[in-house]
């Protein structure tokens, strides 16, 4: 049971905008930790998405973005093409655990 | 650049230990921050455990405390993980992850192995 909690699924339209919600606590994203988030196709091994909150490594479209508040942070995908349906995860630490976590996943399906 | 590549799928019984080796080039192991995740079919990512590079210590999940190990061997630059007292429910691909820029409470996992499939059967 991880400690940071996120939508099983979400999906929409090619073109539009979707977000995938990252919930935690205290002692994770709301305790000022880096929030970093992975895609993952099917059969392959994740893939770095967004560092840092915000940060896009190089080769990252641009239509991929990151933000946090709180105790949660979020990823939005803007213009959603098909070749972004996939698994997104996203990564914190936890201070009262002292472990890294991952949330739980969200699958994105472009309808 | 970073390339990680682990070596291949294991079948064990139940009870039995396993080691997975992930071979670093472009860096040293002692360099990077080296990680370990699983992935048990059709669920999430769980992180086991990783190198701190501000205390030099690696720590562990604590559900897999007493039972997992990382090591490195720098003659070789390679990067281990050992599991010991295998159970059904340690059947999963596991994964070797590092970055460049990594420190006691933020790794960004820029790099990553191709994963490998450890079965524990009877």
């Known amino acids: 049971q991880s400690v940071l909690t996120q939508p099983p699924s979400v999906s929409g339209a090619p073109g539009q905008r979707v977000t995938i919600s990252c919930t935690g606590s205290?002692?994770?994203?709301?305790?000022?930790?880096?929030v970093h988030w992975y895609q993952q196709l099917p059969g392959t091994a994740p893939k770095l998405l967004i560092y840092g909150d915000t940060n896009r490594p190089s080769g990252v479209p641009d239509r991929f973005s990151g933000s946090k508040s709180g105790t949660s942070a979020s990823l939005a995908i803007t213009g959603l093409q098909a070749e972004d349906e996939a698994d997104y995860y996203c990564?914190?630490?936890?201070?009262?655990?002292?472990?890294?976590?991952f949330g739980t996943g969200t699958k994105v399906t472009s309808l | 650049q970073v390339q990680l590549v682990q070596s291949g799928a294991e079948v064990k019984k139940p009870g039995a230990s396993v080691k997975v080796s992930c071979k670093v080039s472009g860096y040293t192991p002692s360099e990077l921050s080296m990680h370990w995740v699983r992935q048990a079919d059709g669920k999430g990512l769980e992180w086991m455990g990783g190198?701190?590079?501000?205390?030099?210590?690696?720590i562990y999940a604590q559900k897999l405390q007493g039972r997992v190990t990382m090591t490195e061997d720098t003659s070789t630059n390679t990067a281990y993980m050992e599991l010991s007292s295998l159970r059904a429910e340690d059947t999963a691909i596991y994964f070797c992850?590092?970055?460049?820029?990594?420190?006691?409470?933020?790794?960004?996992?820029?790099?990553w192995g191709q994963g490998t499939l450890v079965t524990v059967s009877s």
């Open positions: 992850v590092t970055g460049l820029y990594c420190s006691g409470t933020s790794c960004p996992g820029n790099y």
């Open positions: 205290s002692s994770n994203i709301g305790a000022g930790y880096d």
């Open positions: 190198f701190d590079p501000e205390d030099g210590e690696t």
């Open positions: 990564h914190s630490y936890d201070s009262s655990l002292r472990n890294f976590v």
